[in-house]
């Protein structure tokens, strides 16, 4: 209520995706312009670069690999993640890596961390490796602003498979006819989504992820957005 109150009073408000521009409107009745959240831009992956980095964590050369970097909390929704992971067709098709540690840690390492084809990272400082070491980014977030990981991930040529929520669907927009989404309670569905993923085309999937984020949301093009709209508060005001 104090945040709504205040926010009448402001010359311009800021969301980084239309799904919180729309949450915030609905709270707060007033315009909300959206600039979307961007990343510095990472050097693209390279095979050699992917052997070394599976080498060094001792992952299976042979297996398409996802990976889902997240906090071990509710809101990530780890459980679908690794429900669909552990059906049989999944199982023996690729290999998951799931990076960074929270509270619900130790109850899904407990699960699945004698389980071969998936891998605990625990906290890392740099995740690079672990995204080198991967074909695909999953996430099973049931919610999100617009997401960094997403977008480190796509930027080196990841795909992703991503749940079926509003800032997941924006920010693959830019991708014509991008259709690997699935609901996030439904492990069938990620299964068969992942299982498709791993038959598609990759070499122009991974080249369209990479250009999307490039064009888009790379830290220069956000940058450049906040200049303008500083150009515009500025002309306004004298």
């Known amino acids: 209520a104090l945040l709504s109150s205040n926010v009448r009073y402001l010359n311009e408000v800021v969301a980084c995706s239309s799904a919180v521009a729309r949450s915030m409107r609905d709270k707060c009745q007033r315009e909300i312009r959206v600039i979307n959240n961007g990343i510095d831009l990472a050097e693209p992956g390279t095979a050699t670069m992917k052997h070394s980095a599976r080498e060094l964590l001792q992952i299976p050369k042979s297996r398409p690999v996802f990976i889902y970097i997240a906090n071990l ?92 929520i509003e800032p997941h669907k924006e920010m693959l927009a830019p991708v014509t006819g991008y259709r690997y989404f699935f609901d996030p309670l439904d492990s069938k569905e990620l299964s068969a989504k992942a299982l498709e993923l791993c038959r598609d085309d990759y070499p122009p999937l991974s080249r369209e992820v990479t250009i999307a984020v490039v064009s888009n949301y790379s830290s220069g093009a956000m940058a450049k957005k906040y200049e303008q709209l500083y150009t515009q508060l500025s002309a306004r005001n004298y």
Do not use: C, W
Not at 103 to 122: D, M, Q, T
Not at 138 to 143: A, E, F, G, I, Q
């Open 73 to 164: 909390v509710e809101r990530k929704n780890h459980a679908t993640l690794i429900e669909a992971f552990l059906t049989p067709d999944l199982a023996q098709t690729a290999s998951l890596i799931i990076v960074r540690d929270g509270e619900l840690y130790e109850k899904y390492r407990a699960v699945a961390g004698g389980v071969g084809h998936i891998h605990f990272s625990g906290h890392v400082s740099d995740i690079y490796p672990y995204m080198y070491a991967s074909d695909f980014y999953v996430s099973t977030s049931l919610s999100e602003g617009f997401p960094t990981a997403v977008m480190q991930a796509m930027s080196i040529g990841l795909p992703p498979l991503l749940s079926k």
